[in-house]
């Protein structure tokens, strides 16, 4: 693309050429730093005396235009733009206009020359110039080999753990570099092909074997991935993907399991900030399997904070769980003075258990009848004819009111509770107690509770005291006791 100057430059030298008065001559100039940013010095000359050179007040839109005389680059063309690589500067920067260079200069997509010439430099301006270079006049100018453009600009190995090579890199026979938005791969000088994601560039590279027939790879930035460890395989759940409330296995750059990529007991989780891809789709089936590209932190994790990434509870779970064509896992959670954790792999469920302290691994089942027996354990209901305790209080007409916004009738100053089975009848007491309220109905089989506060209660009151209740992860459900008159014919 055709870059324009900015006009600041030309506002500025105007304005300092209207200052000169009587026998004062005033200049700007461009002095050159190795950084790679000009520097514009104003120079004030009299008849008589020489004044102190100062540092003209440097403006955020101000550019730069600085002259070098017979100045030497190697250029590399990529894709419809060209680089440059000059010695006394850093790195590989964009060549500026290069649609008006001399047509001496003649490249192929992938292909370096060496170029003589003198140029005027860019640097500044709201567009970040960095001393891109402008062609004034070419004085030579010579194709390059690979081998000759490695030796002049010191092109380096190709590490697999970097993203983004805006500089060409070298793997083999194989040459690599990111010109935005895609990954770029050339081979002998020829264009291999134009990559949207570095997965399937270092695919073209020989660095994985992969079909890349349907599969889909997307590129995320920074991210936190939990990782845990199932088994003898990692998996990973990406906090973006949140159409998807599952682990899935965590890949490497190979598309295979990671199974060394961290120091993990099975069972244990770690919180993981990074940058990362996800791959869907192809031959092996991927639904949204992360690959962790760059790790900056990780963290220690307990299994509480994996339940605000709103994994569905155990209770609500129909009697069979999804399983899913990746082999990825279904993740469940049952606080019960402990966090639970079920997942099901290929029909096998696997189930974990955190009570602050240490992580068990309680097994693996068949079936999730088995797992209910080991989360609840002695205390899940028993299928009898005898029902237990059950007693109930219906509200009298005075008790009922109707709620003015919704037009919901409901009895005055009570709540219903549906609480865990292994939830003890004399812990609920007690904190029914410590609200101000007494049991007035009770089930003993589903472990439901009616309540009634000693005090008067608006229905805010209520949603408050409700929101409280269902803090505690023993207790399922906290509602009004909503009434309804039935009439049969």
């Known amino acids: ?276 891809s996800s791959v869907n789709g192809g031959k092996q089936g991927f639904v949204n399997a992360p690959i962790i590209r760059n790790i900056y932190k990780v963290e220690g994790n307990d299994y509480d904070s994996l339940t605000r990434l709103g994994i569905t509870p155990l209770s609500e779970q129909a009697d069979e769980l999804e399983d899913h064509a990746d082999g990825g896992a279904e993740v469940l959670f049952e606080r019960n003075g402990k966090t639970w954790l079920v997942f099901r792999i290929n029909g096998v469920y696997h189930v974990y258990a955190d009570d602050y302290s240490k992580i068990k691994k309680y097994g693996e089942f068949d079936s999730l009848d088995a797992v209910k027996n080991v989360v609840y354990g002695d205390k899940s209901p028993e299928k009898s004819d005898d029902i237990g305790e059950m007693y109930y209080s219906e509200p009298s007409p005075e008790e009922i009111l109707t709620d003015p916004e919704t037009g919901i009738r409901y009895a005055k100053n009570q709540l219903l509770i549906s609480a865990a089975p292994e939830a003890e009848k004399s812990e609920m007491e007690r904190i029914i107690k410590e609200l101000d309220a007494e049991t007035i109905g009770y089930i003993r089989i589903t472990n439901d509770y009616q309540i009634r506060f000693f005090h008067d209660m608006t229905i805010n009151d209520l949603q408050k005291a409700a929101d409280h209740l269902n803090s505690f992860p023993f207790i399922y459900n906290v509602t009004l006791n909503i009434c309804s008159e039935t009439s049969f014919e």
């Open 1 to 276: 693309m055709k870059r324009s100057f900015s006009v600041a430059a030309l506002v500025v030298t105007a304005a300092m050429l209207a200052s000169c008065k009587g026998g004062e001559v005033s200049q700007t100039t461009g002095a050159v730093d190795e950084g790679g940013a000009g520097s514009a010095v104003t120079t004030t000359l009299t008849s008589v005396t020489q004044k102190e050179k100062k540092r003209a007040e440097v403006i955020y839109d101000e550019i730069f235009y600085n002259k070098e005389q017979n100045a030497e680059f190697a250029i590399m063309r990529v894709g419809d733009r060209y680089i440059t690589y000059s010695k006394n500067r850093t790195g590989w920067i964009d060549m500026y206009s290069y649609n008006d260079f001399p047509e001496e200069i003649k490249l192929e997509d992938g292909e370096f020359g060496l170029v003589k010439a003198d140029i005027t430099r860019v640097s500044g301006g709201v567009a970040g110039y960095g001393g891109d270079p402008q062609i004034d006049r070419l004085i030579s100018f010579s194709p390059m080999t690979l081998e000759e453009a490695t030796e002049y600009a010191g092109i380096e190995k190709y590490d697999p753990e970097d993203i983004y090579c805006v500089a060409p890199h070298k793997y083999r026979e194989y040459l690599i570099i990111y010109s935005y938005p895609e990954y770029r791969v050339y081979s002998n000088g020829e264009l291999v092909g134009a990559y949207e994601n570095i997965i399937l560039a270092q695919g073209a590279m020989g660095f994985n074997d992969i079909d890349s027939e349907g599969i889909e790879i997307e590129d995320y930035g920074s991210c936190f991935v939990y990782v845990m460890r199932i088994g003898n395989i990692y998996y990973g759940y990406q906090t973006s993907m949140f159409a998807n409330r599952y682990f899935t296995p965590l890949l490497d750059s190979n598309l295979d399991y990671i199974s060394s990529e961290f120091d993990l007991k099975d069972g244990e989780t770690v919180r993981v900030n990074c940058n990362y």
